[in-house]
């Protein structure tokens, strides 16, 4: 057995091999630390971990991942085993390891995922103490996720958050008459309507998509004024908001491009790389696909991101989606979880990760803001206050494990598919989104 202490953390930079996976040259430092005591966390004797997250959507993200998780075993003597599994899997596989007791240590799941199992986590709540008081706190997004809704303890660790603004082509918007997209939503309509009649249509994911099509329909609702829950975790969806959200999406969905209904999380990235579609909302990841591809250079050169229209809404209306790590009770080694994930938010292994990441995932602890990401490409810079959202999803009402549910079963996306397709009616969309949320807050 040995302790895991401040000054092992310290020791343990890993800014030289991190960069090294990537090839990228090793940046002066802004962020800053508070000096505080570090959580005493006693490893077990032999202990080993397995890791399971979210497959990367940029390359130097397990990249450096890995080399990070390799110096915590150089260190420690702890060998952590990290698989990468598609997006549209990692919620089955967190169900399955929660519901059987056994498998992965460890899971970085998405959002809510810690609110649906939370029986069956341990608490993190001296990890999450210790990184609050030593980096700046923890972002409105980042506690709305790792806290119990009742505030009491944390049960999940924020990771980063995606942010997922409009992604556009300023020529073709200026060409029908714009040069910003408007934040209206009879102006909006407008736009799209004046681009599909200039053959570059818009689109947006309606398909069981996990970051683009929920995010989608997030934003539809919201900036409608629309919500699945009241401020008292009441189910609110089948409203004269949401209504009025269904009904403008009629209206819209026939400027989308074709196929939009069956769009997962990687269709809008092909679509807008192609130049099919001039508009269409995403994370960072496809603007440097393309600027790092001297093929699509001069598509990366015309692209220009802005938030989500704000509709009714009196700030953007949009959530980011955000990785949330979890440890499971049935671990064998609580305290070698606990001290990995400490390890890996620390500033001398985050900060590299974060910055490889060209902005991808934004950070979750405001010191981080520092990093030198965000005094990049200006591109880019909007992406940095992704966690400090008053989103979420489940918004308005606390995160539960019902509305967690809820949001990994799509209900959301499905109501606005139906609508958009024409297989039902606002009013019959939003009737049955009602019924199929109840049954979860019902159990």
Same mark, same amino acid.
């Given at each position: 057995?040995?302790?895991?202490?401040?000054?092992?953390?310290?020791?343990?930079?890993?800014?030289?091999?991190?960069?090294?996976?990537?090839?990228?040259?090793?940046?002066?430092?802004?962020?800053?630390?508070?000096?505080?005591?570090?959580?005493?966390?006693?490893?077990?004797?032999?202990?080993?971990?397995?890791?399971? !997250?979210?497959?990367?959507?940029?390359?130097?993200?397990?990249?450096?991942?890995?080399?990070?998780?390799?110096?915590?075993?150089?260190?420690?003597?702890?060998?952590?085993?990290?698989?990468?599994?598609?997006?549209?899997?990692?919620?089955?596989?967190?169900?399955?390891?929660?519901?059987?007791?056994?498998?992965?240590?460890?899971?970085?799941?998405?959002?809510?995922?810690?609110?649906?199992?939370?029986?069956?986590?341990?608490?993190?709540? =001296?990890?999450?103490?210790?990184?609050?008081?030593?980096?700046?706190?923890?972002?409105?997004?980042?506690?709305?996720?790792?806290?119990?809704?009742?505030?009491?303890?944390?049960?999940?660790?924020?990771?980063?958050?995606?942010?997922?603004?409009?992604?556009?082509?300023?020529?073709?918007?200026?060409?029908?008459?714009?040069?910003?997209?408007?934040?209206?939503? =009879?102006?909006?309509?407008?736009?799209? /309507?004046?681009?599909?009649?200039?053959?570059?249509?818009?689109?947006?994911?309606?398909?069981?998509?996990?970051?683009?099509?929920?995010?989608?329909?997030?934003?539809?609702?919201?900036?409608?004024?629309?919500?699945?829950?009241?401020? /008292?975790?009441?189910?609110?969806?089948?409203?004269?908001?949401?209504?009025?959200?269904?009904?403008?999406?009629?209206?819209?969905?026939?400027?989308?491009?074709?196929?939009?209904?069956?769009?997962?999380?990687?269709?809008?990235?092909?679509?807008?790389?192609?130049?099919?579609?001039?508009?269409?909302?995403?994370?960072?990841?496809?603007?440097?696909?393309?600027?790092?591809?001297?093929?699509?250079?001069?598509?990366?050169?015309?692209?220009?991101?802005?938030?989500?229209?704000? @509709?009714?809404?009196?700030?953007?209306?949009?959530?980011?989606?955000?990785?949330?790590?979890?440890?499971?009770?049935?671990?064998?080694?609580?305290?070698?979880? *606990?001290?990995?994930?400490?390890?890996?938010?620390?500033?001398?292994?985050?900060?590299?990760?974060?910055?490889?990441?060209?902005?991808?995932?934004?950070?979750?602890?405001?010191?981080?803001?520092?990093?030198?990401?965000?005094?990049?490409?200006?591109?880019?810079?909007?992406?940095?206050?992704?966690?400090?959202?008053?989103?979420?999803?489940?918004?308005? @009402?606390?995160?539960?494990?019902?509305?967690?549910?809820?949001?990994? =079963?799509?209900?959301?996306?499905?109501?606005?598919?139906?609508?958009?397709?024409?297989?039902?009616?606002?009013?019959?969309?939003? !009737? /049955?989104?009602? !019924?199929?949320?109840? *049954?979860?807050?019902?159990?």
């Amino acid at each position: 057995m040995r302790d895991f202490t401040r000054r092992d953390a310290l020791a343990l930079g890993v800014s030289a091999a991190a960069l090294a996976a990537t090839g990228a040259k090793a940046q002066t430092s802004n962020v800053k630390a508070a000096n505080v005591p570090t959580p005493d966390l006693k490893i077990e004797s032999g202990a080993t971990l397995r890791m399971l !997250r979210p497959v990367r959507f940029v390359k130097p993200d397990e990249d450096v991942f890995r080399a990070n998780a390799e110096r915590f075993k150089e260190k420690t003597g702890v060998d952590v085993k990290v698989d990468f599994v598609g997006w549209e899997d990692i919620n089955q596989q967190t169900a399955v390891t929660a519901n059987s007791g056994a498998g992965p240590d460890l899971i970085i799941g998405f959002g809510d995922a810690p609110h649906i199992y939370q029986d069956k986590l341990i608490e993190l709540t =001296d990890v999450a103490e210790y990184l609050d008081k030593k980096y700046g706190g923890w972002m409105r997004m980042a506690q709305r996720y790792g806290k119990k809704h009742d505030g009491k303890g944390w049960i999940g660790l924020p990771f980063g958050s995606s942010g997922g603004p409009l992604v556009f082509r300023k020529s073709m918007i200026k060409a029908v008459g714009y040069d910003t997209v408007p934040e209206d939503h =009879d102006k909006l309509a407008d736009l799209f /309507e004046k681009l599909k009649k200039s053959q570059k249509p818009v689109g947006f994911a309606l398909g069981n998509a996990v970051g683009d099509g929920n995010g989608f329909a997030n934003w539809l609702m919201w900036s409608h004024n629309a919500a699945l829950l009241d401020e /008292e975790g009441k189910v609110s969806i089948n409203s004269k908001e949401t209504i009025a959200a269904l009904t403008y999406l009629k209206k819209i969905y026939p400027n989308f491009i074709d196929g939009t209904a069956s769009w997962g999380d990687v269709s809008n990235n092909r679509a807008y790389s192609a130049g099919d579609i001039s508009l269409t909302s995403n994370g960072v990841s496809l603007y440097f696909s393309m600027k790092n591809d001297t093929a699509l250079q001069a598509i990366a050169e015309d692209t220009d991101h802005q938030l989500m229209p704000k @509709g009714l809404a009196t700030t953007a209306p949009m959530a980011g989606l955000t990785l949330n790590a979890m440890v499971f009770k049935h671990s064998k080694f609580p305290n070698a979880s *606990r001290a990995f994930l400490m390890f890996m938010l620390e500033k001398e292994q985050y900060e590299p990760w974060l910055n490889a990441n060209n902005g991808y995932w934004a950070q979750p602890l405001a010191a981080y803001a520092d990093a030198a990401v965000w005094n990049g490409d200006p591109k880019v810079k909007l992406f940095k206050d992704t966690m400090n959202s008053g989103f979420w999803n489940g918004y308005k @009402g606390p995160i539960t494990a019902a509305s967690g549910a809820v949001n990994a =079963d799509y209900v959301m996306v499905q109501m606005c598919a139906a609508v958009a397709t024409g297989a039902a009616t606002p009013e019959q969309a939003a !009737r /049955e989104a009602e !019924r199929r949320a109840q *049954r979860y807050f019902r159990r």
